[in-house]
């Protein structure tokens, strides 16, 4: 047990390790679609810039928990990365439900860690998860609500094409996670 450990439970520890897990997954499946999106035979390439970026808010998140985990004298403790659950995606609206679905399970991890902290009177890392995680995914949750809606009445083909081109125009007028997506855009760029 570290030294500077203090209200930090083993089961807080175990939470934010699942999370780390979880969000380098996360990064992991968004390359997967950023790739097959960017293929030449796929060319939806304003998508593909979109999980580009959704790659790198998950690399920063997972960076921003395991400097949290070191930061109260927690143990990081590595799992194994489970690849993604496909190489193809039928459509853009298979891949951004699978996101949506995906996202919904981070948010209930998220809440489950959000719930030990309240539990063990952990009043820092409560703030801190609704601060830095939780407010932020609700809004991405609403942004791919919006966006599966959306494709689901477009279909495959040329209304992907036609979508692709008037939502993601303009990325940066797109609000999910709107300081992490504008940081991970300038980056990017």
């Known amino acids: ?27 992991y499946v968004m390359n997967s679609l950023l790739y097959f999106f960017h293929r030449h035979d796929v060319a939806l390439c304003k998508i593909a810039c979109f999980f580009k970026r959704v790659s790198y808010i998950k690399c920063s998140k997972m960076e921003d928990l395991m400097t949290y985990q070191n930061l109260r004298g927690g143990e990081l403790v590595f ?32 809440l489950k860690v959000h719930k030990i902290a309240v539990h063990h009177n952990d009043f820092h890392l409560r703030d801190w998860l609704g601060t830095n995680f939780l407010c932020d995914m609700v809004k991405h949750l609403e942004e791919l609500g919006w966006i599966v809606t959306n494709l689901r009445r477009v279909g495959t083909g040329t209304g992907e094409f036609v979508f692709e081109e008037q939502y993601f125009k303009e990325p940066l007028k797109i609000h999910t996670m709107r300081n992490s997506m504008d940081t991970a855009y300038a980056q990017v760029q």
């Open 79 to 110: 799992q194994k990365i489970q690849k993604p659950p496909k190489a193809k995606w039928n459509s853009a609206f298979k891949a951004f439900e699978f996101l949506l679905d995906f996202e919904k399970q981070t948010h209930d991890e998220l």
């Open 1 to 27: 047990m570290s030294n500077i450990c203090k209200n930090f439970s083993d089961e807080a520890q175990d939470g934010i390790n699942r999370l780390c897990n979880l969000y380098i997954h996360g990064e």
